[in-house]
């Protein structure tokens, strides 16, 4: 089937892999979003470079066919509908090759666990596959969905090996096979290879950093938002100035701290020798308080007239790290203090940036199983200083496919048991 839509496949926080992704596609190309999966009909020349950019999706897979959802009872009941139009695939598939074939098969938008399904499914096309006369063996061996290290370690993306992806829709079954991969060594290269690394200061993921940059993307309307400059006014050792770096962008940081001023030089550095980086990219950093911020010190410091076409990306300083719950009153003294950073830093960019432009800003949200604490007074006196908060799932996409999200237009990037969890958050400066 030739041009059919393509499927990405939702990372380990499902809604910032949607936000992301609602940046990059205009709303008449969706077709479908489910918890686990995106469906857009946007021509994509290169889906492997395009997926490389992206930090929240795991999988981009190309749909090769489409089976009736009708009078469900099983899943299991199911899978002899599927095999006539599997063992076809799979037949044309590799018809040139004659060697052993690897396949993987995974399943989306069912709840866990789905071993008893998956061992059945590829247990019965591997007996199909076999009684055509084709060698196959499948790498899912402890019946889960594969890890996307699997599908690289495996070469399931070559003319001998495949892996599909059943995809569980509202009035369908797609059958996908993927097409690119995220790359996990190659983000552990740009995260642990680094040369210069500050565990003090936090350790922005290098996945987290495309997909706040992605987010700035879009204007408050939703539409295009033609950035060229990328500013970090909280650049540490410079995880978002690198990212954007190799997407293309000027990178322009800042730091009140020298040494991580040196550190994020010292990484861009390795960074140029490693990638491609453009040779009219300019990358500029510089030893600057965020909090005393002029335009004419941006500026200088950034070789621009004017600051058009530019967003800032950041994850300020959030605080010292906690491996147990803080006593409130500790607590309280230092959101007091990050209020004061915050707020003081959107007063003094609002003489400086045009109307229009997106901040994208990390706000930490303090929590374990009795406390949930975040810091919406600091958002609530940043709004009144001129800026709004934008949804990052617009209220009409949640409506239309029936997405559940936070009350808050922000959402949560955290991991199990970690104290200081990230919320991003969107703002735009109103005039
Ligand atoms: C979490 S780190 C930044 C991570 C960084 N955005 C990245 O992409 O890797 C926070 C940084 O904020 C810096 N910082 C704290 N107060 C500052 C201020 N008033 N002005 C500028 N930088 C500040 C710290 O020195 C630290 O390097």
Same mark, same amino acid.
């Given at each position: 089937?030739?041009?059919?839509?393509?499927?990405?496949?939702?990372?380990?926080?499902? +809604?910032?892999?949607?936000?992301?992704?609602?940046?990059?596609?205009?709303?008449?190309?969706?077709?479908?979003?489910?918890?686990?999966?995106?469906?857009?009909?946007?021509?994509?020349?290169?889906?492997?470079?395009?997926?490389?950019?992206? *930090?929240?999706?795991?999988?981009?897979?190309?749909?090769?066919?489409?089976?009736?959802?009708?009078?469900?009872?099983?899943?299991?009941?199911?899978?002899?509908?599927?095999?006539?139009?599997l063992k076809k695939y799979f037949k044309d598939r590799f018809k040139s090759c004659d060697g052993k074939i690897r396949f993987?098969?995974? /399943?989306?938008?069912?709840?866990?666990?789905?071993?008893?399904?998956?061992? &059945?499914? +590829?247990?019965?096309v591997k007996r199909n596959l076999k009684e055509t006369g084709l060698k196959v063996r499948f790498v899912?061996?402890?019946?889960?969905?594969?890890?996307?290290?699997?599908?690289?370690?495996e070469k399931l993306i070559s003319k001998k090996g495949c892996e599909?992806?059943?995809?569980?829709?509202?009035?369908?079954?797609?059958?996908?096979e993927? !097409?690119?991969?995220?790359?996990?060594?190659?983000?552990?290269?740009?995260?642990?290879?680094?040369?210069?690394?500050?565990?003090?200061?936090?350790?922005?993921?290098?996945?987290? @950093?495309? /997909?706040?940059?992605? =987010?700035?993307?879009?204007?408050?309307?939703?539409?295009?938002?033609?950035?060229?400059?990328?500013?970090?006014?909280?650049?540490?050792?410079?995880? /978002?100035?690198?990212?954007?770096? =190799?997407? *293309?962008?000027?990178?322009?940081?800042?730091?009140?701290?020298?040494?991580? !001023?040196?550190?994020?030089? &010292?990484? /861009?550095?390795?960074?140029?020798?490693?990638?491609?980086? *453009?040779?009219?990219?300019?990358?500029?950093? @510089?030893?600057?308080?965020?909090?005393?911020?002029? @335009?004419?010190?941006?500026?200088?410091?950034?070789?621009?007239?004017?600051?058009?076409?530019?967003?800032?990306?950041?994850?300020?300083?959030?605080?010292?790290?906690?491996?147990?719950?803080?006593?409130?009153?500790?607590?309280?003294?230092?959101?007091?203090?990050?209020?004061?950073?915050?707020?003081?830093?959107?007063?003094?960019?609002?003489?400086?940036?045009?109307?229009?432009?997106?901040?994208?800003?990390?706000?930490?949200?303090?929590?374990?199983?009795?406390?949930?604490?975040?810091?919406?007074?600091?958002?609530?006196?940043?709004?009144? +200083?001129?800026?709004?908060?934008?949804?990052?799932?617009?209220?009409?996409? @949640?409506?239309?496919?029936?997405? *559940?999200?936070?009350?808050?237009?922000?959402?949560?990037?955290?991991?199990?048991?970690?104290?200081?969890?990230?919320?991003?958050?969107?703002?735009?400066?109103?005039?």
């Amino acid at each position: 089937m030739k041009n059919e839509p393509y499927i990405y496949i939702l990372g380990r926080k499902p +809604l910032l892999s949607l936000a992301e992704l609602l940046t990059q596609f205009p709303d008449k190309d969706i077709l479908s979003i489910r918890p686990k999966t995106f469906v857009s009909k946007t021509k994509i020349n290169d889906p492997q470079a395009f997926l490389n950019t992206l *930090g929240g999706t795991i999988r981009v897979a190309k749909i090769f066919h489409k089976a009736q959802k009708k009078n469900v009872k099983s899943l299991e009941a199911e899978i002899p509908k599927w095999i006539p139009f599997l063992k076809k695939y799979f037949k044309d598939r590799f018809k040139s090759c004659d060697g052993k074939i690897r396949f993987a098969m995974n /399943i989306y938008n069912i709840p866990h666990p789905r071993e008893i399904f998956l061992k &059945k499914l +590829l247990n019965e096309v591997k007996r199909n596959l076999k009684e055509t006369g084709l060698k196959v063996r499948f790498v899912n061996n402890n019946f889960k969905n594969v890890e996307s290290v699997v599908t690289l370690k495996e070469k399931l993306i070559s003319k001998k090996g495949c892996e599909i992806n059943v995809i569980v829709g509202d009035k369908f079954f797609l059958f996908a096979e993927t !097409v690119a991969v995220q790359n996990v060594d190659k983000y552990s290269e740009r995260d642990y290879g680094k040369p210069a690394r500050d565990p003090r200061s936090g350790m922005l993921p290098p996945k987290l @950093a495309q /997909i706040m940059i992605n =987010l700035a993307k879009t204007n408050a309307k939703g539409q295009k938002n033609k950035i060229e400059y990328v500013y970090d006014p909280f650049g540490g050792t410079g995880t /978002i100035l690198m990212e954007s770096a =190799l997407q *293309g962008l000027h990178a322009i940081g800042s730091d009140i701290d020298k040494q991580a !001023v040196q550190y994020s030089k &010292k990484n /861009i550095e390795w960074l140029k020798k490693v990638h491609k980086i *453009g040779s009219k990219q300019k990358i500029k950093i @510089a030893t600057l308080d965020a909090t005393k911020l002029t @335009a004419k010190q941006l500026k200088e410091n950034m070789s621009v007239k004017r600051l058009e076409k530019f967003a800032i990306v950041t994850e300020p300083f959030l605080g010292p790290p906690f491996f147990r719950f803080p006593l409130m009153e500790k607590l309280e003294e230092h959101m007091r203090f990050l209020d004061y950073l915050y707020t003081k830093f959107f007063e003094q960019m609002k003489e400086i940036l045009p109307k229009g432009t997106i901040i994208i800003f990390v706000i930490p949200a303090f929590r374990d199983k009795t406390h949930d604490i975040r810091m919406g007074k600091t958002v609530e006196k940043i709004c009144s +200083l001129g800026y709004s908060v934008i949804d990052l799932i617009p209220d009409h996409v @949640a409506k239309k496919y029936e997405i *559940g999200k936070p009350e808050t237009p922000s959402l949560l990037y955290d991991r199990k048991d970690q104290i200081v969890a990230r919320e991003i958050y969107k703002f735009v400066k109103n005039t």
